[in-house]
Nanobody
Framework: QVQLVESGGGLVQPGGSLRLTCALS????????MGWYRQAPGKQREIVAS???????DYSDSVKGRFTISRDRPKNTMYLQMTNLTPEDTAVYYC??????????WGQGTQVTVSS
């Protein structure tokens, strides 16, 4: 079973930046969508950003213009560059990979806390 491992979370002040990393334990064939989700305390998990078919990106309105999703194919890695962070961005962030064969893979999550 392929594992997804997130890293890069932590405590940052408002206005600060973080880069999250999602490393795949091995290459996965036929990836259709890669994405980042987040779940704040007491709230449902929501999608933050996604890459579809390896190229097209999409962002939630709340992070558009501040977050950037990217993928490094040779390194089997996905990133989420987060800038101008606000306390409302505080959440556990999860990476997700879906394939044409029906796999729906999740990482264990990484905590992001934005606080002064």
């Amino acid at each position: 079973q392929v594992q997804l491992v997130e890293s890069g979370g932590g405590l940052v002040q408002p206005g600060g930046s973080l880069r999250l990393t999602c490393a795949l334990s091995r290459p996965i064939l036929a990836i259709t969508t890669m994405g980042w989700y987040r779940q704040a305390p007491g709230k449902q998990r929501e999608i933050v950003a996604s890459i579809v078919s390896g190229a097209a990106t999409d962002y939630s309105d709340s992070v558009k213009g501040r977050f950037t999703i990217s993928r490094d194919r040779p390194k089997n890695t996905m990133y989420l560059q987060m800038t101008n962070l606000t306390p409302e961005d505080t959440a556990v962030y999860y990476c997700n990979v879906r394939t044409a064969t029906g796999q729906d893979l999740w990482g264990q999550g990484t905590q992001v806390t934005v606080s002064s």
